[in-house]
C-alpha cells in the first residue's frame, strides 16, 4: 500500500521536475536512496564530500546544483493551479500505479490539467500512436481506432503530436470518449501550435498529463523519454504507422519490456512509413485492423472481435448434393441429365431432382432436353463451372 506523501515531499518532488530530467535512471536511483526532500537538501545545501551523489560527476553535480537553486515550487504550483492544473507524485490516491513498473525511469512527479480521475481512467486505456509525417491512409486508420476504441469504453491515450497522434485524439472526441494527452512539455503549453485548439479540447474533455513543470518546453529527448509514460500508463500499445527510426517503435517497445501487449496496424509493403509496423509484426506485435480486435487482446475475457468471413453467396445456402450439380453445369451451353449425374457422382434421378429444385430457386433454366446456368448476378463471373 502507497504511503501519501508528506507536504515537504510534495514540494520537494514538484522542485525536482525542474531538476531532473524524465527518464534520468541516475537520478531516480538518488531519489529512491535519499527522499525527494534529502536529495533536495543534497542539492540545494552547502556544497562538501556528504554531499556528492554517487555516479554524478563533478560537472553535473554543478549542473544540478544551478538547477536546482533556480526551482520555486511554490510558484509552479500555483502557476500550475492558474492553469486548472494539479500535481501528482507516488502515495497519491490519483497516482496510476503501473508506472511503478518503470522502477528508477518513474517520473518524479506528473502535472496533470483535466478534471477526470487518472488513476481509474489509467486502468482501462490503450495507447494508438504513430507517424508525424503520416499518410491518408494512417490517419483515416488512425481516428478509427480513436473512435472505435472511445465508443466501447475505453480510454484513448497518445501524445498529441501532429499525424496519428493528433487523428487519435480527433477520433476519440468526434466519439464523445475519453483521450489523454502525454505531453514532453508543461501541460500549460501548447505544442505543436497547430494543435491549440485540439489541446484546449482534451484539457476540457480529457487530461492533459506530463512530467515537466509548468512552462518547460519540449526537446527532441523529452519526446523519446516521454513515450515511456505512455507505454507503462495503458494496457497496450497500438502503431499505426512509423519507419525503421521512430518514436513510435520506442514506444512499443517499452511496452514489450513492462510485459504490455504490442499490436500493429499492417500497411502497403512498399510503404516505408509501414516498413517500423511491419518489423514489429514479424516478431512478438500482434496484428489487428479494428478497435474491436485490440479489445480482444487487451480487454477482459469474452470480449471477443466477431468473426471474419467473405459474403455469403446465395449458392453457399444450397443443400450438398444440389451444390454438387450445379457445380457440374459448364459455364458455357448446356449439358443433359446423364452427363450432369456423372460429373456429380449421383443417379440419375437424384440429378435429376436437384436440377428441378435449381431451376425453381432460380439458378437454372431447362432447354430441350439440356439444362444451362441462368444467366445474370448468380452466374460467377470468369469460373469455369458454376459454382462460387
Not at 44 to 67: I, K, M, Q, S
Not at 294 to 306: K, Q, R, S, W
Request: glycine letters at 14%; aromatic letters at 4%; proline letters at 7%.
Amino acid at each position: 500500500m502507497n504511503t501519501p506523501a508528506s507536504g515537504a515531499e510534495r514540494l520537494a518532488r514538484a522542485a525536482l521536475t525542474r531538476v531532473i530530467e524524465p527518464g534520468d535512471e541516475r537520478g531516480g536511483r538518488w531519489l529512491r536512496t535519499y527522499g525527494a526532500a534529502g536529495l533536495l537538501r543534497r542539492l540545494t545545501g552547502p556544497a562538501g564530500p556528504a554531499d556528492d551523489l554517487p555516479g554524478a560527476t563533478p560537472a553535473r553535480l554543478e549542473g544540478l546544483r544551478r538547477r536546482a537553486a533556480l526551482a520555486d515550487p511554490e510558484r509552479d504550483l500555483e502557476t500550475a493551479a492558474a492553469a486548472g492544473a494539479r500535481f501528482l507524485v507516488p502515495g497519491d490516491e490519483e497516482w496510476p500505479r503501473q508506472l511503478d513498473d518503470l522502477a528508477d525511469t518513474r517520473p518524479v512527479g506528473l502535472w496533470v490539467r483535466g478534471r477526470p480521475d487518472l488513476r481509474i481512467w489509467a486502468l482501462r486505456s490503450v495507447a494508438v500512436v504513430g507517424a508525424r509525417a503520416c499518410t491518408p491512409y494512417g490517419a483515416h486508420m488512425g481516428a478509427v481506432l480513436g473512435s472505435g476504441l472511445a465508443e466501447r469504453g475505453w480510454v484513448v491515450v497518445s501524445g498529441a503530436a501532429a499525424g496519428i497522434d493528433g487523428a487519435v485524439h480527433r477520433g476519440a472526441l468526434a466519439a464523445s470518449g475519453a483521450t489523454i494527452a502525454v505531453l514532453a512539455c508543461g501541460v500549460d503549453v501548447v505544442y505543436p501550435r497547430g494543435h491549440a485548439e485540439l489541446i484546449g479540447r482534451i484539457a476540457e474533455q480529457g487530461l492533459l498529463v506530463g512530467e515537466l513543470p509548468p512552462g518547460d518546453h519540449p526537446t527532441p529527448s523529452r519526446f523519446v523519454l516521454r513515450n515511456r509514460v505512455i507505454a507503462a500508463l495503458t494496457r497496450g500499445t497500438v502503431v499505426v504507422e512509423a519507419e525503421y527510426r521512430s518514436g513510435s517503435l520506442v514506444t512499443a517497445r517499452a511496452a514489450q519490456r513492462l510485459g504490455r501487449f504490442t499490436m500493429g496496424v499492417p500497411g502497403p509493403a512498399t510503404s516505408g512509413l509501414s516498413a517500423g509496423v511491419h518489423e514489429l509484426l514479424r516478431g512478438e506485435a500482434v496484428l489487428v485492423t479494428d478497435a474491436a480486435e485490440v479489445v480482444e487482446l487487451v480487454g477482459d475475457m469474452g470480449e471477443l472481435a466477431p468473426a471474419r468471413r467473405g459474403p455469403v453467396l446465395p449458392r453457399d445456402l444450397l443443400a450438398p448434393g444440389a451444390g454438387r450439380v450445379l457445380e457440374a453445369l459448364p459455364s458455357h451451353g448446356t449439358a443433359d441429365v446423364r452427363d450432369l449425374a456423372r460429373e456429380a457422382g449421383t443417379s440419375t434421378d437424384e440429378a435429376l431432382g436437384r436440377l428441378y429444385e435449381l431451376h425453381a430457386l432460380g439458378f437454372v433454366e431447362r432447354v430441350g432436353d439440356g439444362w444451362k446456368l441462368t444467366p445474370g448476378p448468380l452466374r460467377p463471373a470468369g469460373a469455369r463451372r458454376g459454382g462460387a
